[in-house]
Structure formats: structure tokens, C-alpha cells
């Protein structure tokens, strides 16, 4: 957008659905932006989606070795996000599902637009499955503790309005403004001294990182095992039949 801000339209096929290529070219986002003499950026999606989550119709057939690479993979990039050394400011657009929630949870400030027909949230156990600990260590950084069972554990898809009840995000703005609210929140970041933002942003991220990285190991194996039990398996495929009418 200009050399202080720059926007990062997120555009990779059907709801913008999380396939590996799609996490690539996320990862390569970040690097270039990092690299980049922006100081700030802000993140989103197109038409009505900032991202639907885990593209389930790619991934539903995984054995368990290809499954292992994909969430290592999704951990991976979503660290990657969250370990960014300048400002991201998340405009959220439209529907932002399981991990669709998960990157904007990732950004240093979340806004969405005022439509109360899109939903926001971490619905993993509603499909019987558990959550990456980047994400419960990025939710636990992010959200008053009240709010981390409403939203991790109850699994609720909910209004922007609602979502802006429980701190899952910063504004709700009308769709109009969206964009400007967003690059004006970005700017404001990219005005304060770069090094002065990359100290504190990762002074204060730090302990949410080495704790990703203690349970890195095992971590993977966990959540493997919810993804493959007989519940989860049927969710998910029943999930899959409806996303492929």
C-alpha cells in the first residue's frame, strides 16, 4: 500500500481452505513481508471468507503419515505468523472457521466486519478433534481466561459481535471501513520505532513459543489421535459430504 504498510490478500481457492500450497504461500507472505521495508501489514481474505479452516476435502483421505506431515506443516506456518517480528493486524472479512480463527489469533490485532451472518471461531471439538498447542498457547496469550472455554472448549461459531464480547477479536467495523480501519491500525504500529515493536512483541511472545516448542514432540502424536478416533472420523466425513454438495 504504501512503504510503511503493506496489505496481504490472502486468495487461495475455494474459502480460502487450507491445503499445504496454501499454507506455502502463506509462509512465503510472511517472509517477503518480513524482509520487506514495511514496518506493518495487514492480513485478509476475499469476498466472504478470511478462511474456512483446514481444507477437509484435501485432507479427509490422509493416512496417518501424510496426516502427521500436513499438522506439523499447519503448526509450522501458524508459528511462523505468530513469531513475525513486525505488526500484523488482521481485517477479518468474512468467515473465519477453525483454522481460519486460528491465523487471525495469530495477528497482533484482530478486526472484523459487522455482518452477523459470519461466524468466527474454533469449532475443533465440535468435530472431535483437539487443538495444536500454538493455537491454545496463542488463545491463552490472546483472550481473557473466562473466555478460553467458551471458545476452545464449548467449540462455538459465533457472530463478529459475539466474537468482540469474548476478546476473540479487538473491533467489530462496518464492511465499508473495514480496510481503512485496519490500515489505519497498521499504520499506527508502523509509526513507533521498528526495533523498539520487535523487542517488546517478542519479549511478550516468547513464553508462548517455548512452550510450542516443549511439547513440539509429543504434540503432533496427541492430536493424531483425536483426528483418527472412530467420532472424529465420522464428523469429519459427514462434514466433508456436506461441503461437497
Same mark, same amino acid.
Given at each position: 500500500m504504501d512503504d510503511d504498510v503493506v496489505v496481504l490478500k490472502l486468495e487461495g481457492?475455494?474459502? +480460502?481452505?487450507?491445503?499445504?500450497?496454501?499454507?506455502?504461500?502463506?509462509?512465503?507472505?510472511i517472509d517477503g513481508f518480513e524482509r520487506s521495508p514495511a514496518a506493518a501489514?495487514?492480513?485478509?481474505g476475499y469476498d466472504r471468507y478470511f478462511s474456512g479452516g483446514l481444507a477437509l476435502t484435501h485432507i479427509i483421505d490422509f493416512d496417518i503419515v501424510a496426516m502427521r506431515?500436513?499438522?506439523?506443516?499447519?503448526?509450522?506456518?501458524?508459528?511462523?505468523?505468530?513469531?513475525?517480528?513486525?505488526?500484523?493486524?488482521?481485517?477479518? +472479512?468474512?468467515?473465519?472457521?477453525?483454522?481460519?480463527?486460528?491465523?487471525?489469533?495469530?495477528?497482533d490485532w484482530r478486526i472484523a466486519v459487522d455482518d452477523p451472518a459470519i461466524r468466527i471461531g474454533l469449532n475443533e471439538?465440535?468435530?472431535?478433534?483437539?487443538?495444536?498447542?500454538?493455537?491454545?498457547?496463542?488463545?491463552?496469550?490472546?483472550?481473557?481466561?473466562?473466555?478460553?472455554?467458551?471458545?476452545?472448549?464449548?467449540?462455538?461459531?459465533?457472530?463478529?459481535?459475539?466474537?468482540?464480547?469474548?476478546?476473540?477479536?479487538?473491533?467489530?467495523?462496518?464492511?465499508?471501513e473495514l480496510l481503512a480501519r485496519a490500515t489505519a491500525k497498521a499504520t499506527a504500529y508502523a509509526a513507533l520505532p521498528t526495533a523498539a515493536?520487535?523487542?517488546?512483541?517478542?519479549?511478550?511472545?516468547?513464553?508462548?513459543?517455548?512452550?510450542?516448542?516443549?511439547?513440539?514432540?509429543?504434540d503432533a502424536t496427541r492430536w493424531l489421535e483425536t483426528w483418527f478416533s472412530p467420532e472424529a472420523q465420522s464428523r469429519l466425513r459427514a462434514a466433508v459430504a456436506r461441503l461437497s454438495r
Open positions: 481457492g475455494k474459502a +480460502n481452505a487450507m491445503t499445504p500450497e496454501l499454507l506455502d504461500t502463506l509462509e512465503r507472505m501489514a495487514v492480513l485478509t506431515g500436513f499438522i506439523e506443516q499447519f503448526s509450522r506456518t501458524m508459528t511462523r505468523v505468530f513469531a513475525c517480528t513486525k505488526p500484523i493486524v488482521a481485517a477479518v +472479512n468474512g468467515h473465519a472457521i477453525a483454522g481460519g480463527c486460528v491465523l487471525a489469533l495469530m495477528c471439538t465440535q468435530l472431535g478433534i483437539g487443538l495444536p498447542s500454538i493455537v491454545v498457547e496463542s488463545l491463552r496469550a490472546a483472550v481473557p481466561p473466562a473466555s478460553i472455554g467458551p471458545i476452545a472448549i464449548e467449540g462455538r461459531l459465533m457472530s463478529p459481535a459475539d466474537a468482540l464480547g469474548l476478546g476473540l477479536v479487538h473491533e467489530v467495523v462496518p464492511a465499508g515493536v520487535a523487542h517488546v512483541k517478542h519479549a511478550i511472545r516468547a513464553p508462548s513459543l517455548e512452550a510450542v516448542a516443549r511439547t513440539a514432540d509429543g
